[in-house]
């Protein structure tokens, strides 16, 4: 499946795979009265392996659909470039400045623990400010101010990471991803009378991928977006009176964002036709290999017969590599 755009599709699955990995451990810590019990490292690991994965989605979302722009609008200026080697090696370098980005929320989780009626809870979560209050937090449990100093550095830790992600792994990628396609609209409309020409089969190809590619972002779109307007109401305090009302709207839009990664392997199926040819491909080449299998119980096996598998031959020219 070595065309430019799955490769880009196979990197926005592992990230969607990565973000589905963290179901069971979001049920079970929801779940269990006394909070967070893996530890301070998984604890790290679970926040910010999280914001890589949702970064990651979004950043891969927004490289798809560049390389849609470049494969619609400008076939012939990218072609010496929009190569598949070219799609591993920023596959590779938009994985590690996801990461880096990320770093921060990695040294500043913390694992807090509060003691309430005898009662011990653990919480995972992002804490800027005085570590040390926040370390003395069980000894100091009496001491108001600095009970006040820490709920005060909570606040400001829960806003710069609603802000840091916010803008990172949603608003930013999707106002590039929205400028590109567009642009790419547009320049369909207007070749929309040219599709009946000898290259039909090539633009219709190129046109396939650019819809699983819309439809890609229209889903992360409306599935992300309940979660923002949820975590910027809590910000504003609109939810202060309905604790039953936050109740359900956070759910529903953590319910979402899990159904727009489990979503997507769907799109890539249903709308991508070098996927279908290729898992076609895999699924013939298995079956000969059943048959070798059952017969050599009475017949030795002929060494001389190889199975090949050949490069998908779908996409022949850059500007339909895809």
Known sequence: MRTISNIYIFNLALADLLFLCAIP??????????????????????ISGNAVSQFASAVFIAILSFDRYLAVCRPIQSKSFRTTQA???????????????????????KLIKTTTGGHTTRSCMLFVGNVTALETLDESINDVAVLNEVEQNMLTSRRFFISYTFA????????????????????????KQQMQTKRTGT?????????????????????WLPFWIVQWSIEANLFQNSKYLLFVFTHFA?????????ANPFLYVFLSDSFQKNMQKLLRTAKPDKQISLKST?????????????????????SDSC
């Open 25 to 46: 451990v979001t049920f079970f810590g929801r779940s269990m009265r006394e909070g967070w019990r893996w530890g301070p490292i998984m604890c790290k690991l679970y």
């Open 87 to 109: 799609a591993v090696i920023l596959s590779i370098a938009a994985w590690a400045m996801v990461i880096i980005e990320m770093t921060p929320l990695f040294l500043f989780v």
């Open 168 to 191: 990172l792994s949603y608003l930013i990628p999707l106002v590039a991803v929205w400028f590109f396609y567009f642009k790419i609209i547009l320049k369909m409309c207007q070749q």
């Open 203 to 223: 633009k219709r190809r190129t046109a396939k991928v650019t819809i699983m590619g819309l439809a890609i972002v229209i889903s992360y779109t409306h599935c």
């Open 254 to 262: 953590f319910a979402l964002q899990y159904i727009n990664s489990a």
């Open 298 to 318: 009475t017949e030795p096996l002929d060494t001389t017969r190889m199975i090949t598998v050949t490069a998908n031959p779908t996409c022949s020219t850059a």
